[in-house]
Each structure stands twice: as C-alpha cells, then as structure tokens.
C-alpha cells in the first residue's frame, strides 16, 4: 500500500465514513449513524476480512439488522478481498459499486476562471441537492433529508467548506472541501445539467483544491465511480487512482 492510500484509508475512517457509532465486529467493524439512520454511507458493515459472502452477510444482518436497519451495505478498501467477494455478492442478487480512490499528485491539465466561484454555506446548497436527490429513481424526501443531515455531522468531523458557481442569484455548481490536518477531500462534485460545458465544475473543483492546499493538506483527493465518465476529467484535473473502495449492496 502506498503512503498516499494509506493516509486516504485513515482520512476515510475518521471523517467521511466514521459514523457516530462503531461496532467491534470479527470481519470489521460496523458503522452506525442513529441519527441518520437511512443513508448507506453512514450505516454499513466495513470488512477487511471475510470467508465469503455468506459470511460477510451474516455479519450485515447482526449489526445493521440488529439496530432495525432495512438495508444492508458491505463496504471494503481490499482490492483482492472485493474481486474474490464480488461474483459471490452479484450470484446472490447484491449489486457491486467499485469507486476508486483519486490523488491530486501533478499539476492539472485544464484551467477555469477561479473568480468565478464564492465560498457559501451548507444551507444554501440544500434546495438544490435536494432536487438532484429526489429526481434519482431512489430518491425520497426523508431520504434526502437525511442524506444532508450527514453532511452536517460530517462537518463536526472536519473542516468544511462549501464552493460554488452563481449565475443570476442560482447556485448552479457545486463542490464541498472536508480538511483534515494535512488530508483534504473534495466531495459532491456537481452542476445542474443546463449549465454543463462552462467550466464550472472545473472552477469549483481547483477552488477547493488551492483551498485545501492553502490550509496545509499536501494530500488532496477525492472519490469516483470507476466505471463512469467523470474520472477522466479528474484525470485532466491532476487526479490519477491510488486504490479502490468496493460496496455490495443487497436488492
């Protein structure tokens, strides 16, 4: 493991994926947030090891059905762990997100006028996540409710700020920054789709990083589907991929 993913996995386990509660578990542990108890990445089972899939699942059911979870997510960093764990997951009817973790470690490619983007607060941004969230097949109001209540216990973990773009009193771009001691994040990447093709994702995303860098992070990074466009833009942004992040989630 190289020191970069190294520092990201411990960033990961004390802010972005810390919950309020953890549960000793003999694969893991499990994350517990009773105060936002729907959102999955706030209430999971992380494993570092496991038999298999059955095994993993029985682990599942203890903790998050245990606490009256519905839902069941099983999260993990091992990359050779996920690849073994996966076919048994989807033969099972579980669906498999592979993220990949992604390191600013050169310089961008791609520029975008910085003055373009202010500092706002978490409120400001809520009406307009809350959209994007409710036009999502999944998408509910107590959902999303829920799912931005988290940022604000997140934020008691971190440092945070919100940056975006406004065009006529909208918000139509978005990014948030979490900073650790010298670890940063850039997270909920984001632009409303009739203002797409202006560089203003772009704008955002290197605010945050010259923020990050301003406050003492030398590590920035951030997370992204690995089987989606977008990581080739993060590529163009300076970010290549340091390691990868597995969640099965039950059907």
Known sequence: MTDELERIHAFEHAVDMAGTETVPSPLGHGVLTPEVPMPHDSNFLFVDRARDAADAIAEADRILGGTGRSHRVIVTFDDELGERLRPEFEALGWRTLRHIFMAQLRDPEKTADLSLVRKVDQAALRPGRIRRILAEPWGKPELAEQILDS????????????????????????????????????????????????????????????????????????????EDWPKEWYQRLGFDTVGRIYKFIAP
């Open 151 to 226: 940022k604000i216990l997140l934020g008691e973990r971190a440092d945070t700020r919100f940056y975006a773009v406004v065009v006529d009193d909208e918000i139509v771009a978005w990014t948030d920054l979490y900073i650790g001691e010298d670890v940063a994040q850039v997270e909920d990447v984001a632009t409303l789709e009739e203002h797409r093709g202006k560089g203003y994702a772009t704008a955002v995303v290197l605010r945050a990083v010259g923020e990050a860098r301003n406050a003492g992070a030398d590590l920035v990074y951030l997370v992204a589907d690995e």
